[in-house]
């Protein structure tokens, strides 16, 4: 059998277990195990706090540090109310085509993965080679937040990472960050009749909202003059303000939901740094001269890094040798390869399939991309055996 029939029949195997990210991940995190344990990888498992969701992290190798990591998420986002011409969880093929949910984004690069790592089973590598599979991605990273959080405490690191997110195999060296945050206002109900008498948390949350819209103006002029991405800067939006019961009756409580796409790490902390601060020094104060209970509290609901272009990256110097690649790309969507770059490993995102067919009806990866990425892979044989 070719190495891309064994790939489109691992692709088949890994698009069958409808991992959605609500759902738990183990039975496919069980089977990615045994495939690669099946070829001699040494497997962690890492199970979160509710045991229904797992990071397995294989490696391949001697047991030291520098080796290659190549990543991927096991999570798909969901199929409810999507119209699909076929079953989204049984693979079909049409024109060189393949369809399902989650082929492009991203079981097609966990496919090659594990399609690859027969040429590595040998016991002759010098560098090691590492699969870093994680749950929780597409709800804001969460499993190789743990991950990587679990990594810094190891004795032996890797030293490079691919992520393999459906780039059409081009080299991408940069992303932005993105955090989400829900911001809750709690103040002290009242009869409308007399405002003074009460803490309308809706109205703080307006002012909330309008500092946030200066904030944008703020960190749009600060935007780095050779900035490749679109927009330029850092961005503020705010997705959703809820708040109050009725006409006649001060709010008690209001939520603002909010985000920042940061192009580098002194944005984040500006604007966070800001809005902490606007809220302990001006908001606060006047809600609890009023009311002493009253409350702002933000919660993070995602923090994903960002990926900030570096001079010297080993992994873009590798994957750009493999690929042909002239020149890196920037991309507006978040990877997981903020958190390594953020870990200190050398990062690039580089995968198949086009992300434009990602989270659509009738995702589609194709043969050709699978076989980019599987000569890509094969590819890292002469860095492994240097
Ligand atoms: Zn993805």
Redesign the pocket.
């Known amino acids: 059998m070719s190495r891309l029939d064994a790939c489109i029949d691992h692709l088949r195997d890994l698009v069958a277990f409808p991992t959605v990210s609500s759902d738990s991940n183990l039975a496919m995190i069980a089977h990615l195990a045994n495939r690669l344990e099946d070829v001699g990888a040494r497997c962690r498992i890492l199970r979160d706090d509710s045991g229904r969701k797992a990071n397995l992290f294989a490696s391949l190798g001697p047991d030291i540090s520098g080796g290659i990591v190549l990543s991927g998420?096991t999570d798909v986002v969901p199929v409810a109310d999507q119209d699909w011409a076929t079953d989204p969880f049984a693979l079909s093929a049409r024109d060189g085509l393949l369809y399902g949910r989650g082929t492009c984004?991203?079981k097609g690069f966990i496919a090659a993965c594990l399609a690859v790592a027969p040429v590595y089973a040998d016991g002759a590598l010098r560098r090691p080679l590492h699969f870093c599979f994680t749950h929780d991605?597409?709800t804001g990273c969460l499993g190789a937040q743990a991950l990587v959080a679990e990594m810094a405490d190891w004795d032996t690191r890797p030293g490079l990472a691919i992520i393999g997110?459906?780039t059409s195999m081009r080299l991408v060296e940069g992303h932005k960050g993105c955090c989400e945050y829900t911001t809750t206002f709690h103040g002290l109900a009242g009869h409308g009749s007399n405002p003074d008498l009460g803490v309308s948390a809706t109205e703080y949350a307006a002012r909330f909202v309008a500092r946030l819209l200066e904030l944008r103006g703020e960190l749009a002029a600060r935007a780095p003059a050779d900035s490749r991405f679109t927009p330029p800067g850092t961005t503020v939006q705010v997705g959703g303000l809820r708040g109050g019961i009725a006409h006649n009756v001060i709010a008690e409580l209001a939520e603002v939901d909010w985000e920042l796409r940061p192009v580098n790490a002194a944005d984040k902390d500006l604007a966070t740094r800001t809005m902490r601060d606007f809220c302990n020094e001006t908001l606060l104060p006047a809600m609890r001269a009023v009311h002493e209970g009253s409350k702002i509290e933000t919660e993070t609901i995602g923090d994903v890094a960002g990926l900030e272009p570096v001079d010297d990256n080993e992994a873009a110097r590798i994957v750009s040798g493999l690929t042909g690649a002239n020149g890196a790309d920037v991309v507006a969507f978040g990877?997981e390869a903020g958190l390594f770059q953020k870990l200190g490993l050398d990062a690039v995102v580089c995968g198949p399939g086009d992300i434009a067919q990602?989270h659509k009806p009738d995702e589609f990866v194709s043969t050709d991309q699978l076989a980019a990425c599987l000569a890509m892979l094969e590819g890292l044989d002469a860095h492994l055996r240097a």
């Open positions: 998420h984004d991203m991605e597409e997110e459906p990877t990602a």
